[in-house]
């Protein structure tokens, strides 16, 4: 009788325990890392269709959107601060409430124009040189099956579908890769947009694919973002697929596993 009872003590323990180690791993989840898959071609070549990367929600403190108590306040930070100029960061959009990711290129005061492709900020233009040409398959990406545009025109599935890459090094000196698609993209042109304080200027990577604050919230874009929506900073990159499933083993992309993002 002993031996049962000690058996299911035994039982009961281990479930304890199970229960235990799973709470703490919603709490350090909730509080300090979130994952997050990459739905679009916006960020390439820095972050592709298919990588699953992890946020730092304490990089810049919690925000109303992603503080897990209810004594956060409504908006503002509870401690932290700004990003920096370059920092991947992942967003609640203004107007749609859809988690985004997109690199921070202007801060609070800061002008930002494009013209003519070139990025200005605080009247400057940009240092950026020819980085060599990105090379992808031309053929459905991810869950959603979307393909990607390319700067050498209509190819075949299968084929090569090329952008030309440029380095570009923003104030501060953060390095990081762009791509270029068209020669007079629909936002390689724009009006000179001052960051009103609270808020953030943030582009995508891929410059002729990107709906960011260089468009207004009306037609999709970010617009200016506030500083509150901020859910926090991309870090690594944990695991990668190319396929429409992340269960396609062959598709598993095993040179972007647990790679720091720039």
């Keep these: 009788m002993a031996r049962k009872e000690k058996k299911e003590e035994g039982i009961v323990e281990t479930i304890k325990t199970v229960v235990y180690a799973l709470l703490i791993a919603g709490v350090f989840r909730t509080l300090f890392f979130q994952p997050f898959w990459i739905p679009s071609g916006s960020m390439k070549d820095t972050l592709l269709v298919g990588d699953y990367i992890v946020i730092n929600k304490m990089a810049y403190g919690y925000s109303a959107v992603s503080c897990p108590f209810s004594a ?128 953030l200027f943030v582009m995508g990577d891929n410059r002729d694919n990107s709906l960011d604050s260089r468009f207004p919230v009306t037609v999709g874009g970010v617009g200016m973002l506030p500083v509150a929506n901020l859910i926090g900073r991309a870090d690594m990159i944990i695991f990668s697929s190319a396929g429409r499933s992340l269960f396609y083993f062959w598709t598993w992309r095993a040179d972007r596993f647990f790679k720091w993002i720039d």
């Design 72 to 199: 956060c306040p409504i908006s503002g930070r509870i401690f932290g601060s700004l990003p920096k100029r370059g920092d991947v960061v992942v967003f609640r959009h203004p107007a749609s409430n859809e988690d985004l990711i997109k690199r921070v290129i202007g801060l609070p005061g800061d002008t930002v124009q494009m013209k003519a492709g070139q990025l200005y900020i605080n009247g400057t233009a940009v240092k950026t040189e020819p980085a060599g040409t990105f090379s992808e398959t031309y053929a459905p990406q991810g869950p959603q099956g979307d393909l990607p545009r390319c700067e050498n025109g209509a190819v075949g599935e299968g084929a090569q579908c090329l952008k030309s890459r440029f380095r570009e090094t923003l104030p501060g000196g953060k390095v990081h890769d762009i791509l270029n698609i068209e020669a007079n993209g629909q936002a390689d042109n724009t009006p000179l947009y001052t960051v009103p304080k609270g808020h």
